[in-house]
């Protein structure tokens, strides 16, 4: 596969993959306030159980390399925010809320690869445990 095809493939995936982010944001915020970033936690944790899923799935049934362009660096690279993540932990920092922003941080680091592990685990079982 040639890099402009590649590239068609990653920028596909981002494109939707931020747009689920916003709308998937927006409504986590419209329902939870804004007193604490909850959208982007959830975001950053499930967009971990993803990739830890679709990464298991691809490499347990060896799918085209494409699915990992378009999926886990795609998708997934638009969905996740840990950009995001790293402004608001700051912000939190600079307003003096440390066990808000502790929470977050460790939140955040802790429930993302549990998110991964649990991804994992489910791609195992659809795949028989040949992971």
């Known amino acids: ?7 068609l493939l990653v920028g596909g995936g981002g ?12 409504l986590i ?19 971990s159980m993803i990739i830890g899923l679709l990464l298991g799935l691809i490499e347990g049934q ?8 378009f999926g886990a660096i795609g998708i997934l690279g638009g969905y996740t925010t840990f950009s995001s993540f790293a ?6 920092v600079a307003d003096r809320e440390y066990g808000r922003a502790f929470f977050y941080i460790e939140g955040s680091a802790v429930f993302t690869v549990f998110g991964a592990w649990i991804g994992l685990v489910i791609a195992r079982l659809l795949v028989g445990g040949r992971i």
């Open 1 to 7: 596969m040639d890099s402009v095809s590649k590239i």
């Open 15 to 26: 494109f939707i993959g931020a747009n689920v982010r916003y709308w998937l944001g927006g």
């Open 29 to 47: 915020q419209s329902r939870l306030g804004s007193t604490f970033p909850w959208q982007t936690m959830f975001i950053n944790v499930s967009g």
């Open 62 to 69: 060896n799918w085209n390399p494409n699915w990992r362009l």
């Open 87 to 92: 402004y608001e932990a700051l912000r939190m």
